[in-house]
Nanobody, 124 residues
Framework: QVHVVESGGDSVQAGESLRLTCTYS????????MAWFRQAPGKEREGVSQ????????DYAPSVKGRFVISRDNAKNTVYLQMSNLKPEDTAMYFC?????????????????WGQGTQVTVAS
């Protein structure tokens, strides 16, 4: 059974950086596409970034491209989201998700396993 747990959320000032960590438990981590989603109060959940099992392919939402970097360490069953130049509009609950296939559309429906989320708050 697959479980993912997020950590690293915090309250920061605009312009600062933060790294989120997602720890995966289960088998065959390298077979899973991993992704980060976020949801702000009153808004729909949106895809932030995803990375293929081999790390050869990754994708970003236009709003975070150039500021966020997703990476994974298959030896540690861990995926990271390095966030730089944070903006108040990045404030949200961030969720890690695992899926069995890589789709070019970063849709929540493509991911079967979800964590509980970690809160990121960016003050202006």
């Amino acid at each position: 059974q697959v479980h993912v747990v997020e950590s690293g959320g915090d309250s920061v000032q605009a312009g600062e950086s933060l790294r989120l960590t997602c720890t995966y438990s289960g088998s065959h981590f390298a077979d899973y596409t991993m992704a980060w989603f976020r949801q702000a109060p009153g808004k729909e959940r949106e895809g932030v970034s995803q990375i293929s099992g081999s790390s050869l392919t990754s994708d970003y939402a236009p709003s975070v491209k150039g500021r966020f970097v997703i990476s994974r360490d298959n030896a540690k069953n861990t995926v990271y989201l390095q966030m730089s130049n944070l903006k108040p509009e990045d404030t949200a609950m961030y969720f890690c998700a695992a899926g069995t296939s890589y789709y070019f559309a970063l849709n929540a429906g493509n991911f079967q396993n979800w964590g509980q989320g970690t809160q990121v708050t960016v003050a202006s």
